[in-house]
């Protein structure tokens, strides 16, 4: 199954502060397991909310708003896509990730039949 | 208030609840963990089966300890002493026993063995985790035997979960991983990773392991169903592990490319009922594009790595032309003509010709992959060989020769075991008729 990891802007990723490199060799080193364990399809991290879009759908009107916006708790900063055997494996895997605050939230990808 | 029976069950109900729990955790930390641990102490003790033995003991040890005690901040870690633990116990009542047979030369053998130990369980895990596919994967051993142990060890199936991927009974999986492990200690073979030209050799055994793996999940030979996902992962998982392990064999790149690109047709090779839909049907926007890039990726590095004319990377080179295409029209059938006249040089084969066949036909017309087809029905390999009167009836139809293209079906039909595909050739076979009453 495949599941998404998104981290939550709360969490590690404050844009204005670059992380310690002891944090990010940690990342690194934690990245590479599970790359090495065949997990990652793909990862990334979001440039700041402030950078960031919104299109509000109303009928027919779009609106475009700017980012930065109030819910900071909620907004992404960051994926993975992991490829797992369940969603108990991937709870196991993101226990290990080296982090010390803030919340990641698991969500599997719906695929479609057969696949 | 809750009577205190109502309580005493609510809590027992709690502490199975927990236990539940617990055991999932533990089930998904097995399958993480397993085959570093049983790579680990495979070096150490030598043998698969020991090892094993040692890495279930430690699994029993979590389930008896961790619902209760919770898991431990490194799991693998306490495995690994769990179980390096009873290894040394063992090693050490094993010792006792051969001194009694005055079995001097294998004693100084073991006394090393509990002194590689502990230098053992901190070395580079990917050595042994590449030591532990070599000997699972080892030409000594038959093919069914090799598939069976490779997921039992390094996929961290049970033998069930084995048996129900192969559709075969689970005492005839158990007794091949039984058979597999008593086979390669009588054959005595070493827990290593070979070098050069033995090498070359041996990681081909470990290639067409993960390949037949993703085979036969990819398009069952026998029974209900056209694929078995599962086993399609399974592979593709232990493809990109080893890509990781020996990142300069192009090769590997050649298969996990091959891999990823077949992969990426799988939402879109059945259809609503379960029907197969072969690939140039397929709607291409379901193809998973994800997987394409990656399986394109990879062909990039198989052929940066010199390894394009490698048996791999040419079928994936070929399943690129398909991913490529945004059409089915758009298909670069030339490209594939000359991709399997690469293949046939490499490892002349009937079935390759057969492939070849149906490309010249959609490059160069059905009259001339027809010739190259009749030349192939003489073929004493392909007598059974469901594929070729299904191709030949794919020509004659084109050619509007129905009634012929009809019979050449309807054989196909009565020579494949795969009930979905069969009925895929009928159907053929009775748009044939139709198209005959037609004309």
Request: charged share 30%.
């Amino acid at each position: 199954m495949r599941v998404l990891v998104l981290a939550k802007e709360g969490a590690q990723t404050d844009a204005a502060a670059p992380p310690r490199p002891e944090a990010m060799a940690e990342y690194q080193k934690f990245n590479e397991e599970l790359v090495k364990a065949g997990v990652v399809l793909g990862a990334g991290r979001l440039s700041p909310s402030s950078q960031g879009k919104r299109v509000r759908f109303e009928g027919k009107k779009r609106t475009v708003i700017d980012g930065p916006w109030a819910e900071t708790k909620e907004l992404v900063a960051g994926y993975w896509l992991w490829q797992v055997r369940s969603l108990d494996e991937a709870l196991e895997w993101l226990k290990r990730a080296p982090y010390d605050g803030g919340t990641f939230e698991v969500r599997e990808i719906s695929q479609h039949e057969g696949a | 208030m809750r009577s205190p029976s109502t309580r005493a069950r609510d809590e027992a109900f709690a502490i199975d609840t927990a236990t539940a729990e617990a055991h999932r955790a533990i089930e998904a930390i097995w399958r993480i963990e397993s085959a570093r641990l049983i790579a680990g102490l495979t070096r150490t003790v030598g043998d698969i089966g020991t090892a094993e033995e040692l890495a279930q003991d430690a699994l029993v040890a979590a389930l008896e300890q961790w619902p209760t005690s919770g898991v431990p901040e490194r799991p693998g870690a306490w495995l690994m002493g769990t179980a390096k633990h009873r290894a040394t116990d063992l090693t050490r009542r094993r010792k006792t026993l051969e001194r009694k047979y005055e079995e001097l030369g294998r004693d100084t053998e073991r006394d090393q063995q509990v002194e590689d130990l502990d230098a053992s369980i901190d070395e580079d895990v990917g050595d042994d985790l590449l030591g532990l596919i070599f000997m699972a994967c080892h030409p000594v051993l038959s093919k069914d035997a090799r598939v069976a142990l490779t997921l039992r060890v390094l996929g961290g199936l049970t033998t069930e979960e084995i048996a129900r991927g192969f559709l075969v009974p689970v005492s005839s999986i158990a007794q091949r991983i039984v058979r597999a492990k008593r086979t390669l200690d009588e054959a005595h073979v070493r827990f290593e990773v070979p070098r050069g030209a033995e090498r070359v050799a041996r990681l081909g055994s470990v290639l067409e392991v993960i390949y037949l793996i993703f085979n036969e999940g990819y398009s069952a030979t026998a029974g209900t169903d056209w694929v078995r996902p599962a086993l399609c992962e399974e592979a593709l998982r232990l493809g990109r592990i080893l890509a990781e392990l020996v990142p300069t064999e192009p090769e590997v790149h050649g298969l996990v490319a091959l891999m990823e690109i077949h992969a990426s047709r799988l939402g879109a090779r059945v259809g609503p009922s379960g029907e197969p839909i072969l690939l140039l049907d397929q709607d291409r926007a379901l193809w998973d594009h994800l997987l394409i890039r990656r399986g394109l990726a990879a062909l990039e590095r198989a052929e940066r790595l010199g390894g394009a004319m490698g048996p791999y990377a040419l079928q994936a080179a070929i399943a690129a032309c398909h991913a490529r295409a945004a059409t089915a029209a758009e298909t670069d059938w030339p490209r594939i003509v000359a991709l399997y006249d690469a293949v046939a040089q490499l490892a002349p084969s009937p079935v390759v010709e057969l492939n070849r066949a149906v490309a010249v036909g959609m490059a160069f017309g059905p009259a001339a992959g027809l010739d190259l087809v009749d030349a192939l029905v003489a073929e004493p390999s392909l007598r059974a060989y469901h594929l070729l009167p299904a191709v030949r009836g794919d020509l004659l139809r084109k050619l509007g020769r129905s009634a012929e293209a009809r019979s050449e079906f309807e054989r196909a039909a009565s020579l494949t075991e795969n009930v979905v595909e069969r009925k895929l050739l009928e159907r053929r076979a009775a748009e044939c008729a139709a198209e005959g009453m037609a004309g």
